[in-house]
T-cell receptor, first 115, second 112 residues
Framework: SAVISQKPSRDICQRGTSLTIQCQVD?????MFWYRQQPGQSLTLIAT?????????ESGFVIDKFPISRPNLTFSTLTVSNMSPEDSSIYLC????????????FGPGTRLTVL | QKEVEQNSGPLSVPEGAIASLNCTYS??????FFWYRQYSGKSPELIMS????GDKEDGRFTAQLNKASQYVSLLIRDSQPSDSATYLC????????????FGTGTKLQVIP
């Protein structure tokens, strides 16, 4: 498995502002993923973040709204930009440590409320 | 058709009974299948993975896979109130994308 931490654990933000979420892993991993889980819903993949390359975004998600950084093999950030109440959600990072079996382990999540 | 389908529940079972959770998927090329448990307000926790047809047992949990029918299930024996949670089925995407798709989850309630 993996020990994954996220900061902040929760935040309340004003409309139009931006929030950067940090994800730290206890060991080096190639692939990190960012998900969104809206209230009562399942997980939706936002993007895949590989070290040394641009993040790959899923349909419906764009870099201007959700810029991602991956400066090294243990850390990534997701920024939620120009927030609106529709961005209120839980944001989760996950990692695949298994080298090819697609097994993902999740961080504790960041609960975001936009007023 | 959704990529990964689950009955949202809630599925209510008495304590000590067997809980049966089901999942169907649409991608015939999928090779990796996962069950996650998610308690309210917490992040998903991996409980089982299965890659080949048949049954895989781990303690009180048994995962069953039938690729021909595109069906994966999770059995929980001797259900406990602490098993009350939402169970998410996840299936990898074929084509080397190294991504998984999650179902919407089944909420399980174990009644003492």
């Amino acid at each position: 498995s993996a020990v994954i931490s996220q900061k902040p654990s929760r935040d309340i933000c004003q409309r139009g502002t931006s929030l950067t979420i940090q994800c730290q892993v206890d060991s080096q991993v190639t692939m990190m993923f960012w998900y969104r889980q809206q209230p009562g819903q399942s997980l939706t993949l936002i993007a895949t973040a590989n070290q040394g390359s641009e993040a790959t975004y899923e349909s419906g998600f764009v870099i201007d709204k959700f810029p991602i950084s991956r400066p090294n093999l243990t850390f990534s950030t997701l920024t939620v930009s120009n927030m609106s109440p529709e961005d209120s959600s839980i944001y989760l990072c996950s990692v695949d440590k298994t080298g090819g079996t697609d097994t993902q382990y999740f961080g504790p999540g960041t609960r975001l409320t936009v007023l | 058709q959704k990529e990964v389908e689950q009955n949202s529940g809630p599925l209510s079972v008495p304590e000590g009974a067997i809980a049966s959770l089901n999942c169907t998927y649409s991608d015939r090329g999928s090779q990796s299948f996962f069950w996650y448990r998610q308690y309210s307000g917490k992040s998903p926790e991996l409980i089982m993975s299965i890659y080949s047809n048949g049954d895989k047992e781990d303690g009180r949990f048994t995962a069953q896979l039938n690729k021909a029918s595109q069906y994966v299930s999770l059995l929980i024996r001797d259900s406990q109130p602490s098993d009350s949670a939402t169970y998410l089925c996840a299936v990898n995407r074929s084509g080397g994308y190294q991504k998984v798709t999650f179902g919407t989850g089944t909420k399980l309630q174990v009644i003492p």
